[in-house]
C-alpha cells in the first residue's frame, strides 16, 4: 500500500471537493460525506466507540494536513461518514529520525485486547524499504471522547537493511491468544512476526520475520497483508500488482488459508501463496479501479479504490463477505458498469 506523497495534494484535493456528493448505488454500502479513505482500517458498528453504533475508519494521513498522520472518520450506520480528525498533529520525533524524509504515515491497523486499543502503523518513503512500523495506543477510539489520547509506544519493527519492507501492518491472535503481526510490500515478500500481550511489541526482537506469501518473480508486487481467523483456519487477504495510480492502478485481492499461523498458506486450488499463489477475491471492474489495502470488520471487507464516476479519486469500499465451502466471496453490483 504505497502511496507517493508526491501525489497526495491533488487526489486529496479532488477528493474534498467532491465529499458533498452522494457515492453511485453499487453492491457496497452505499456511501455518503466523507469517505475518501485510502488503506482504511475498519472497525464496525457498536463496541468502538463511546456511543453506541459507532463506526470508525482510520486511513493513511495527508502530508499536508496535521503533519501526514493517520485520520479518523466516523460513522453511526455505516454509510453516512464525517471527518473527525487526526492522531497526533505532530508526528513522534523518533518517527523523523528513523525514517529520513517521511511524510505522511501510512496503512493503519486497529486491534482491541484488554481495553486497550493498539494502532499499528507504517512510516515510509514512496519506492524505499528503509520504513519502519510504530504503535500507539488508546483507550478509546473516538476523538470526542474525554480519554481519547494516542500513546506513542515507539517501534515495532523496522527494514531498514533487510529484503523486506516493514510497511502495512496487521494483527491476528491464534488458537492461544498469541497475537501475529503480518507485514511486507515488494521486496522478500510477505512476512509473519510473533508478538506479545500487553506490550503489542515482537515476542523476541533477535528473530527474523518468516516469510508467508511471495511471487517469485521481480517486481514481486505483493502487499497489504492481512490475516482473519475463521473456523479453525487463517485466511491471509493480499493486495496484488500496482497501486496509487489513479485509474491506471491494477491492484486485485487475492486470499489464501492455513490451519496453522505459521502456514503454509494455499489457494483454494492448492498452490502455494510462496509460490505466487491467491484465489482471486476482488478486481477492477466498469468504473471501478484497483481495489485494495483490504481490512475485515464482521461481516465488512473495507478497502480502497478509485472512481472512474469520481474522476479517479480514491474512496472507500464496503462490501459484505460472504463464504463458499469455507473460502470467502465478494461481488460488484452489477448494475455498476
Known sequence: MRLSAAVWPAILALGAGLAGCAAPASGELELSGDYFTHDPALIAGAGAGEREGDWFVYSTGDGRTADGNIQVRRSEDGEHWEYAGEVWQEKPEWLTEAVSGVDNLWAPELYEQNGTWYLYYSASTFGSNDSVIGLATNTTLDPEDPA???????????????????IDPGIVEDADGTPWLSFGSFWGGLQLVELQWPTGLPA??????????????????????????????????????????????????????????????????????????????????????????????????????????????????????????????????????
Not at 154 to 165: M, T
Open 148 to 166: 481519547y489520547e494516542w500513546v506513542d509506544r515507539g517501534e515495532v519493527i523496522s527494514s531498514k537493511g533487510k529484503n523486506y519492507n516493514a
Open 204 to 337: 523476541d526482537p533477535t528473530s527474523e520475520p518468516l516469510t508467508i506469501a511471495d511471487r517469485q518473480s521481480p517486481p514481486n508486487a505483493i502487499e497489504a497483508p492481512y490475516l482473519l481467523a475463521r473456523d479453525g483456519y487463517y485466511y491471509l487477504f493480499v493486495s496484488k500488482d500496482f497501486c496509487c495510480k489513479g485509474l491506471e492502478s491494477t491492484y486485485n485481492m487475492a486470499v489464501g488459508r492455513s490451519a496453522d499461523i505459521e502456514g503454509p498458506y494455499l489457494d483454494r486450488d492448492g498452490v502455494p501463496m510462496l509460490d505466487d499463489g491467491g484465489t482471486p477475491l476482488l478486481a477492477s471492474e466498469g468504473p471501478r479501479v484497483g481495489p485494495g489495502g483490504q481490512s475485515v470488520s464482521g461481516n465488512l471487507l473495507a478497502f480502497h479504490y478509485y472512481d472512474e464516476a469520481l474522476d479517479g479519486a480514491f474512496r472507500l469500499g464496503l462490501i459484505p463477505l460472504t463464504w463458499d465451502d469455507g473460502w470467502p466471496t465478494v461481488r460488484w453490483d452489477q448494475d455498476r458498469t
